[in-house]
């Protein structure tokens, strides 16, 4: 299969910048990480008009506890319960921190008028599937009753691996009968491991060094699944795989076509829809895997941002 055409697929804003993202080095999942943490942002100052505090969210039922931060509009004091996300951090199961998505969610408070918990879930090799997702379960079934967060404005979300964690733990809410989230935030969510697709395929030459590869991924799902990998993988690890989808929380899925998961999304969001759940898609032009991580800086990314807000603030409240 071809390489992906970078000058003429992805926005040119984001062309000018490829040379400043990770350079992949695909030997092992410590080369990744290390990759990763290379190529990382210094972190986000405080945004005064936020109020920033970390928490830990005691397990229950044998499980250990999660580590959270709380992001508040500043002075929201006891004027009643807040509209609240639940963020899941991306990072290909592998990955991620609570500090690099400080910015992002500052912003979000601010725009939105809301309450964001942000979950330091475990990571995969050492801690394989299910650990992350019984993380972000704990942290989920404690804010159900937190006298601070309205139940009934509950959403879930992440990005990347954080989003399909977000898929799965709908799914495991709707299996134990459990209430579903207000709303599931799925920003390029990443979904299936069986690497079936045309556009997961064509990113095993990606164009660039700076896109998600193939190989990344596989060493990614690899180490996610554990000793389930090449086995009978169920949909709360690989939510592609689930067969039936009715009963989950209304979703919005947002991916760019230049995304190495943009097939898998589009078929989880047709199937959602088919499935009787309310579903909002966008597909952006030009748009990358990451696109969302940064401050938006090309036309599809401000519209990228835009579309995530407009589908959380009624779901949320306070928003504009």
Not at 124 to 142: I, K
Request: with cysteine; charged share 20%; glycine share 12%.
């Amino acid at each position: 299969m071809p390489a992906i055409d970078v000058t003429r697929r992805i926005e040119p804003g984001t062309v000018a910048v490829l040379d400043r993202l990770t350079r992949w080095d695909l030997t092992s999942i410590e080369t990744i990480r290390s990759s990763y943490a290379a190529a990382g942002a210094p972190p986000a100052p405080a945004d005064p008009r936020v109020t920033r505090s970390d928490a830990v969210i005691a397990g229950a039922g044998g499980r250990p506890d999660v580590r959270v931060r709380w992001y508040r509009p500043a002075g929201s004091g006891p004027s009643g319960p807040l509209g609240c996300l639940v963020w899941l951090h991306g990072g290909g199961y592998i990955m991620g921190t609570l500090d690099e998505n400080d910015g992002r969610l500052d912003r979000m408070v601010v725009e939105l008028g809301c309450a964001v918990v942000s979950v330091d879930w475990r990571l995969s090799p050492e801690h394989p599937y299910p650990e992350g997702l019984d993380d972000a379960d704990t942290v989920w079934r404690a804010l159900t009753g937190d006298p601070a967060v309205d139940p009934a404005r509950l959403a879930v979300g992440g990005a990347s691996a954080g989003a399909g964690l977000a898929a799965a733990l709908c799914l495991r809410l709707r299996d134990t009968g459990q209430p579903q989230p207000a709303l599931q935030l799925l920003i390029y969510p990443m979904l299936d491991d069986r690497e079936v697709t045309a556009s997961i395929q064509a990113s095993e030459d990606p164009g660039h060094w700076g896109l998600w590869h193939l190989a990344a991924n596989r060493m990614c799902w690899q180490a996610y699944l554990g000793s389930l990998c090449g086995g009978d993988v169920p949909p709360t690890a690989a939510p592609a795989r689930a067969e039936e989808l009715s009963g989950l929380a209304p979703a919005f899925l947002g991916v760019g076509d230049v995304d190495a998961f943009l097939d898998e999304n589009l078929d989880y969001a047709a199937r959602l829809s088919r499935s009787g759940v309310p579903t909002e898609l966008h597909v952006y032009p030009g748009v990358i895997h990451g696109g969302f991580g940064a401050p938006p800086s090309t036309p599809r990314t401000v519209q990228f941002l835009r579309d995530i807000y407009a589908a959380l603030a009624p779901v949320l409240g306070g928003g504009h």
